[in-house]
């Protein structure tokens, strides 16, 4: 059997962690089938899943680890999960950006996918906690003929802070940081959301800086894969009705969209256009 090289080994692995999650455990057989790839090739998959420790290798197989709600996965451990749901949600949801205005990104690897669609909103003003979305601006800040800023590049402010294992700043300085800053908008990473949680995260003190994000926004705006929804960490930070809209992607159950659709005044699914479901991307629903 031939290799499918048309799928990243990442692309393969997170199609691989959705299967395992989705139906509770998997065989090698059955995944070599689906993917077109050598059994060599699955199990090197199932070892590189297992080290980040997101599914547990059985025979002949694997099947999801069963997450406390105290853990944290580590910022590259996050980021090879829901690669094209990211993308989608991180699509629709810089459309939402207005030339000109202030906006805050949260911390997560969705909102570092944002962050590169961002880029060509021009005049933006961005505060954030994440030193992985900091990055993104400063790295795409050309100088121009005059050794002036790129025109229309944004303004980037990073919080300062204590650094989590997802390279979120947290705690008293970027709490205090944000205090006094108004955002006309929240782009918000989540580790979970629920009907009876709210939004919540692993990180006590990154519920805490996430919780002043909130406060400090006219529209917050949750950008989530739908793995999130059911998902509950250890500390909430915010209520359901706090959110404004939740951007998604086309993963979510009709049960969770009618959910979603009796707590929140928007939800845009994301990607849904092209895979034939009848929800535009944008749009709120």
């Not at 393969?12 to 509770?24: F, K, N, P, S, T």
């Not at 199990?43 to 680890?65: F, N, T, W, Y």
């Not at 997450?67 to 094209?84: N, Q, R, V």
């Not at 993104?136 to 025109?151: E, I």
């Amino acid at each position: 059997m031939t290799d499918n090289q048309n799928l990243l080994a990442e692309q393969r692995r997170a199609l691989i962690l959705d299967e395992v999650r989705r139906r509770g455990g998997v065989r090698v057989n059955e995944l070599t089938r689906k993917l077109s790839v050598s059994d060599m090739t699955v199990r090197r998959d199932l070892d590189a899943l297992a080290r980040q420790g997101v599914i547990e290798k059985v025979h002949g197989g694997a099947v999801p680890v069963v997450e406390a709600s105290t853990h944290e996965p580590g910022f590259e451990a996050k980021s090879a999960l829901e690669l094209s749901a990211k993308e989608d949600i991180a699509r629709a949801a810089a459309r939402m950006a207005v030339p000109g205005s202030a906006i805050a990104l949260s911390g997560g690897t969705t909102t570092f996918a944002l962050a590169h669609h961002l880029l060509e909103v021009p005049d933006l003003t961005v505060v954030t906690n994440s030193v992985r979305v900091a990055d993104v601006f400063h790295s795409a800040q050309r100088l121009g003929a005059a050794g002036a800023p790129r025109p229309g590049a944004a303004t980037v402010v990073l919080t300062g802070g204590v650094r989590t294992p997802s390279d979120s700043l947290v705690g008293p300085v970027a709490d205090q940081a944000i205090r006094s800053l108004h955002f006309d908008v929240l782009f918000l990473g989540v580790h979970g959301i629920s009907v009876e949680a709210g939004l919540s995260t692993p990180n006590l003190a990154e519920a805490e800086t996430n919780r002043r994000f909130v406060q400090a926004a006219r529209r917050v705006v949750v950008v989530a894969d739908h793995t999130k929804w059911g998902t509950v960490g250890l500390s909430s930070f915010a209520q359901l009705s706090e959110v404004g809209v939740l951007v998604t992607d086309a993963g979510l159950s009709a049960r969770a969209r009618e959910e979603i659709a009796e707590h929140l005044p928007g939800l845009v699914v994301a990607g849904a256009s092209e895979r034939g479901d009848g929800t535009d991307d944008g749009r709120d629903v």
